[in-house]
């Protein structure tokens, strides 16, 4: 599996960017995505994720400003991000599962996915 994203840049705090990140390869519906970020400060840490049978799980300080959504030929998963603070800034990550997951629990583990991109990233100005 093969993951691409794109999307990151600068923008200034309160604005908005969209990521997305198309998948190739071996890909099932079933297989669970999900946004995770990093920066040098801090360990990777989850964003959002859908689940196998398409759930939307967020972080609970995100969830009011995020938007995660995928869509397939070409399967694409996308994340809105709104109100952008700098808190917000990092490098943004795509990963993929080869196994299911259905909860918020097990779709937030890092460990749970199987393949990860370069990652984007995002920058925000106060």
């Known amino acids: 599996v093969h993951l691409l994203e794109s999307g990151g840049g600068l923008v200034r705090a309160g604005g908005s960017l969209r990521l997305s990140c198309v998948a190739s390869g071996n890909i099932f519906t079933l297989n669970p995505m999900a946004w995770f970020r990093q920066t040098p400060e801090k360990e990777r840490e989850f964003v959002a994720a859908?689940?196998?049978?398409?759930?939307?799980f967020y972080a609970e300080s995100l969830k009011n400003r995020f938007s995660v959504s995928r869509t397939t030929h070409p399967h694409t998963l996308w994340l809105q991000m709104d109100s952008l603070n700098p808190e917000d800034a990092g490098l943004y990550y795509c990963a993929e599962a080869s196994e299911t997951c259905y909860s918020a629990t097990a779709c937030s583990g890092h460990s749970h996915y199987d393949s990860w991109g370069q990652g984007t990233q995002v920058t925000v100005s106060s």
């Open positions: 859908i689940s196998s049978v398409g759930d939307p």
